[in-house]
T-cell receptor
Framework: AQSVTQLGSHVSVSEGALVLLRCNYS??????LFWYVQYPNQGLQLLLKYTSAATLVKGINGFEAEFKKSETSFHLTKPSAHMRDAAEYFC???????????FGTGTRLQVTL | GAGVSQSPSNKVTEKGKDVELRCDPISGHTALYWYRQRLGQGLEFLIY????????KSGLPSDRFSAERTGESVSTLTIQRTQQEDSAVYLCASSLGTGVPNIQYFGAGTRLSVL
């Protein structure tokens, strides 16, 4: 069984500030981890993925995430927030080549001036 | 097509009616997934098709829900005798079905409102 916990359903940061969105996972086998972003009225877009090749993963739009096995975490960060980063962010885990994704409940990121 | 296409984008129906939602995956993608996103919640897995294998129906919430896929093309998700709790955004995703890990590409979803 696998699960994902995203701490904080809403996060608000000022433009230019650090973005930190938290994700913890539970998996009985080595996981594959993903962050997806959802802009209003759109589908999910993949930001980045962890595949065990490297613990620090860089994605699109300046986001990155670090896999920490000891903490079972995969937090998403961005050094400097932009207004366009305002969206909902979902962390997800899968355990197989083509298996289903198990999602967290999402974190809505608000960016203020 | 260039991406996963879902139709309709919005559907309003009355309680007790049947609805059909359509998903057109990316050409060449053998795997297709349906998820449900209720307001303020994450995505719940519903069903997964991989090539000609038997689908994984483990996420379907009741026997009112069913889905079909013809070969490696279009899929339809059918909800019979809709209830108000079925109101949600239904998202479809497709993937190549091979490779590690398998990246799922999502459509924009169908927003279902049951009155």
């Amino acid at each position: 069984a696998q699960s994902v916990t995203q701490l904080g359903s809403h996060v608000s940061v000022s433009e230019g500030a650090l973005v930190l969105l938290r994700c913890n996972y539970s998996s009985s086998v080595p996981p594959y981890l993903f962050w997806y972003v959802q802009y209003p009225n759109q589908g999910l877009q993949l930001l980045l993925k962890y595949t065990s090749a490297a613990t620090l993963v860089k994605g699109i739009n300046g986001f990155e995430a670090e896999f920490k096995k000891s903490e079972t975490s995969f937090h998403l960060t961005k050094p400097s927030a932009h207004m366009r980063d305002a969206a909902e962010y979902f962390c997800a885990v899968s355990t197989g080549t083509a298996s289903k994704l198990t999602f967290g409940t999402g974190t809505r990121l608000q960016v203020t001036l | 097509g260039a991406g996963v296409s879902q139709s309709p984008s919005n559907k309003v129906t009355e309680k007790g009616k049947d609805v059909e939602l359509r998903c057109d995956p990316i050409s060449g993608h053998t795997a297709l997934y349906w998820y449900r996103q209720r307001l303020g919640q994450g995505l719940e897995f519903l069903i997964y098709f991989q090539g000609n294998s038997a689908p994984d129906k483990s996420g379907l919430p009741s026997d009112r829900f069913s889905a079909e896929r013809t070969g490696e093309s279009v899929s339809t998700l059918t909800i019979q005798r809709t209830q108000q709790e079925d109101s949600a955004v239904y998202l479809c995703a497709s993937s190549l079905g091979t490779g590690v890990p398998n990246i799922q590409y999502f459509g924009a979803g169908t927003r279902l409102s049951v009155l």
